[in-house]
């Protein structure tokens, strides 16, 4: 089997390390280059200026460029093979995004800029917001909160403020699934709200009974992703939404999820009064290694005036920045993460109509596909139809041959392949989560269903090799015990931070 | 768009799945929630036809001016070295590097982001990155009230607004006193008196109209109550500037825009976040550890995992998950472009710049409220409103700065001015401001 999204080929075969530039710098050395002071030199006598130099390192400009070349070189990336990463939507990211956001009408704007000065970045959030709140159903939306946590803790203020506005001071709980993310206890808990945990059923969908014994008075609002963290979708979502409104509470949508259902159904026509997206995820802004996302944050029209501001308005003539008469306040220095939001109006530009239409259609078809094949292979956790993503298990093969979810992810990365998330969602054993996107081809989700086939047999018999892999990357496993007994996170102490507690 | 099935694709996966459409993907969905006619938006536009739409976006926006604006972003030269290596895509499509035998390009420019950032504020360990410097400011509240148990919080009245708005935000005013200490001749009050119920000391360095103080004496001030004090810091004066760790504060925070990133209408930028590693446990986000592999090779991964929302749900030092790393790695990047010389090179030519402006500013006889006392910001008194100078220099092709109140503008000048800028700046001004 031959296939594009499998990274075998990669030269990242293990060498030796390489060093931190500090060990590369030699004195003397420099990459910088700036204009001769055109101005007349004085001599300034201030309290706070210092003689020494500060100590940072240095190198040629070429030895500067090669060292973090080679650094980009023992890396994988979406632009190099599949990361059927559940969860996280590793989908492929348009070039043409990246040119959008380097044009330097938007890349050199400075952000107290005044909003004369700013039409077209109100413009490009403007249309974003309508995009944005026709594919999730919502009325308006705010594009202060730089990721998805930002945003939970957005929506989480949102919900906290109205209903003291509305005096239900006694609303004190957050009901949120045993599946959620961690994001989601962490945030309610950071917006001074109580977490109850609802169970999950042996269908993987949430225990409508147990939520109605859950739910009460002081209900103040659910947090739930749809389809959930399990891939399914919750079949009985009006049904909850109108247990959690017959209290008073409120609905929140986690768009971790979102892209399953682009186009097939919308999260406001499901009862859900907040929602976030994840520009990161669903609309192919690259993930930069772990950041810069953007959590846009959108609202029923009666939740307007509580969003974080300013958010744009359109007039007439022009576009304005309008701080809500309620809000909570802001979430970011100024403007959340404009070129991130900027990378998704350009996707939704070239996808348009037809493309958001099919979008979920296309992300949840390779995942059934993937799910049909890999199930022969490792069965699945759930038996109902998964959406964009589905879980396995290798809790048997851990009975019977030791194999854990840890050491199939770690063989995967040898056969050029990144491991699916594992170990999540936490209520199942050796789970195995994975998203392939609509962006693999058929063949690359053949492949990966033939390669953990083969490492799976291969590990059955072939038992003592279980902890080796990966064996053809820079390094191997870590050694996670070195970490835990001294804090080594900065190149000037390797014994020095010992962590005793 | 970017889906890649043919065909023949489709009516093998079709065949595979016993199905004949797509709808009958969504049987189990409840009727009444799927969209009859799909989504109300315009249809596609060829990358040929974007092109065009987005340049002409792009054009509304005035970038052309000559940019004294700063209040914590700043128009500093970004070579193109740093922006094309931080733009490679293994850096910039990769995940969160969960999986540390394919991430050790991600995971040790980190570490050598989070080193650089100790080096460069003399600190002991900084974590890989939060959104901005509004938020690192608020997180690093959130530690000390951790830390400390206590509820007062004494913070400088002298950030950019926009900061204190976060942190009004961020920060529960119903839990926690939130005390806004205005500066007195442009200094923090020297002889402020912090008491046993303060959790943190907060003060920008310098402050947000460009005066710098010499902290060490509050430091201690704060210390012998046991205070946290956080530092918010320039990071492009610290080349020149005595440093957060040597006055001794407990955390530093940064907006990190002006170190790596363009200046991007304020965002994705970076904030930074140090501390001393008595605070390891309370650290909010990210952090990349040395280790060693099975083959005893170095090996970085990421470390004290147990403070984080994903392990530690509700009990996390914050809920933080994707953060800005590809911005830190951009921090990093220029960071080593810049080298000792560099780094003094941008504070020293703001600063000679800076007392060039604001010399020739005098001799208008335009007052200029902290000559002394600031570095390369400052702030004049103007005798129209600033929003109205700021749109009369604007026809002159400049940015004049940020309005600082009714009278008074806050000017930032970078080591990228020139000699010929700031004339012409002056020119204009005097022109608009006395017309």
């Known amino acids: 089997m031959i296939s594009g999204g499998n990274a075998s080929s990669l030269p990242l075969v293990g060498g030796l390390p390489e060093p931190t530039i500090k060990e590369l710098s030699k004195p003397g050395r420099r990459a910088f280059n700036y204009p001769k002071l055109d101005v007349d030199e004085e001599t300034i006598d201030h309290e706070c200026l210092k003689i020494e130099k500060a100590p940072l390192p240095e190198v040629s400009e070429h030895d500067l460029v090669m060292h973090f070349s080679r650094l980009a070189h023992r890396n994988f990336a979406v632009d190099l093979g599949f990361y059927p990463l559940g969860s996280c939507t590793m989908k492929y990211n348009p070039r043409f995004a990246d040119w ?29 917001e309508d995009y944005l709140t026709k594919i999730t159903g919502m009325d308006y939306a705010s594009f202060q909160p730089p990721a998805g946590a ?108 979102l892209n399953a259902i682009v186009g097939i159904c919308r999260p406001g026509d499901m009862g859900f009064d907040i929602v976030h997206s994840n520009l990161h995820k669903t609309f192919a802004t690259p993930h930069g290694g772990g950041g810069p996302g953007s959590g846009p944050v959108a609202v029923k029209e009666f939740l307007k005036e509580y969003l974080p501001g300013p958010i744009v308005k359109k007039s007439k003539e022009d576009y304005e920045w309008y701080f809500p008469e309620k809000s909570i306040g802001r979430m ?26 099919t979008l ?81 081809t058929l063949e690359t989700l053949d492949e990966l269903a033939q390669t953990l086939n083969e490492i799976i047999e291969d590990l059955k018999i072939n038992n003592d090799k279980l902890t080796q892999y990966p064996k053809n990357l820079p390094v191997g496993r870590p050694n996670e015990l070195i970490p835990a007994k001294h804090l080594t996170v900065n190149w000037g102490d390797f014994e020095l931070l010992e962590i005793t507690e | ?48 036809e974007a092109i065009e739409y987005f340049e002409k976006i792009s054009n509304k926006n005035k970038t052309d001016l000559i940019c004294f604006a700063g209040g914590g972003h700043y128009d500093v030269f970004l070579p193109h070295t740093v922006k094309t290596l931080t733009m490679r895509p293994e850096f910039m499509t990769s995940y969160t590097p969960y999986q540390p035998e394919i991430s050790q390009g991600v995971l040790q420019a980190l570490f050598e982001f989070q080193s650089l950032v100790c080096d460069l504020t003399e600190m002991e360990l900084a974590n890989a990155s939060l959104y901005d410097g509004a938020t690192s400011i608020a ?54 008196l912090f008491t046993e119920d303060d ?35 320039d990071p492009t004066l610290l080349g020149i500037l005595k440093t957060p760790g040597n006055m001794g504060f407990d955390i530093v925070v940064a907006e990190g825009q002006s170190i790596g990133t363009p200046l991007s209408y ?90 060039y402006m604001k010399k020739l500013f005098i001799d208008k006889k335009v007052n200029v409220i902290n000559k002394d006392s600031s570095i390369r910001e400052f702030v004049i008194e103007t005798t129209k409103d600033p929003e109205i100078i700021i749109d009369l220099m604007a026809e002159k092709g400049i940015l004049a700065g940020i309005k600082y109140d009714d009278n008074h503008l806050l000017i930032a000048v970078t080591e990228k001015r020139t000699k010929k800028e700031i004339d012409k700046y002056i020119d204009n001004y005097i022109e608009v401001n006395n017309d």
Request: glycine share 6%.
């Open chain 2, 139 to 192: 997180e690093a509240i959130s530690v000390a009230i951790n830390k400390t148990k206590r509820d007062g919080v004494v913070i400088s009245n002298s950030f950019n607004p926009n900061s204190k708005e976060v942190v009004d935000t961020l920060i529960d005013s119903d839990k926690f006193n939130l005390k806004y200490i205005t500066l007195k001749d442009d200094r923090f009050p020297d002889d402020y």
């Open chain 2, 199 to 233: 959790a943190a000391f907060v003060v920008s360095y310098p402050h947000y109209n460009g005066s710098a103080q010499d902290l060490t004496d509050l430091v201690t001030r704060a210390k012998d109550k046991g205070v946290v004090s956080i530092c918010y810091v």
């Open chain 1, 150 to 257: 930002s945003g939970e803790l957005t929506g989480l203020l949102i919900i906290k403020k109205y209903l003291i506005e509305n005096n239900f001071d006694n609303k004190k709980n957050i009901i949120v699934p045993d599946s959620a993310h961690g994001t989601n206890p962490a945030s309610a808990k950071m917006a001074g709200f109580e977490v109850i945990e609802v169970a999950t059923n042996e269908e993987g969908l949430i225990d409508v009974q147990e939520l109605k014994k859950l739910v009460n008075k002081d209900t103040a609002g659910l947090m739930l992703t749809n389809p959930n963290t399990g891939g399914l979708f919750e079949e009985d979502i009006i049904e909850i939404a109108d247990i959690i409104h017959s209290v008073d509470g409120l609905l929140y949508y986690d768009g971790a999820n």
């Open chain 1, 360 to 440: 979920g259609s296309f992300a949840v078809l390779n995942a059934r596909y993937l799910s049909s094949v890999i199930s022969k292979v490792l069965p699945l956790a759930y038996t109902k139809p998964c959406m964009h993503e589905f879980v396995s298990t290798s809790k048997k093969l851990k009975k019977s041959h030791k194999i854990k979810a840890y050491d199939i992810g770690k063989a995967l990365l040898d056969r050029g392949f990144h491991s699916p998330t594992i170990y999540f969602p936490l209520i199942i054993d050796e789970a195995l989560m994975f998203e392939p996107t609509e962006t693999q």
């Open chain 2, 1 to 48: 768009m970017y889906v890649p099935h043919s065909d023949i694709d489709i009516k093998r996966i079709f065949k595979e799945l016993k199905i004949s459409s797509l709808d009958e993907l969504f049987t189990h969905i409840p009727k009444q929630l799927l969209l009859e006619k799909g989504i109300d938006v315009p249809d596609s536009i060829s990358e040929l």
């Open chain 2, 266 to 355: 304020g965002g994705p930028t970076v904030g930074w976040f140090a501390t001393k590693k008595e605070f390891a446990r309370l650290v909010p986000g990210r952090i990349i550890g040395e280790t060693r592999d099975s083959n005893n090779l170095k090996t970085y991964v990421m470390t004290l995992r147990a403070r984080e929302q994903d392990i530690r749900r509700e009990k996390a030092s914050s809920n933080i998950c994707t953060n800005q790393t590809l911005n830190a790695i951009g921090s990093a990047i220029h960071l080593c472009w810049l080298g000792p010389e560099g780094i003094y090179s941008m504070g020293y030519h703001a600063m000679q710049k800076a007392n």
């Open chain 1, 100 to 128: 959008v956001a380097s044009l330097d009408g938007f890349s050199n704007l400075h952000p107290a800029a005044p909003q004369k000065q700013t039409q077209g970045a109100l413009e490009v959030l403007n249309v974003l």
């Open chain 1, 332 to 357: 970011h220095g100024y403007h959340g993460n404009f070129l991130v939001a900027l990378r998704a109006l350009a996707y939704m530009k070239l996808l348009g109509k037809e493309g958001l239409d």
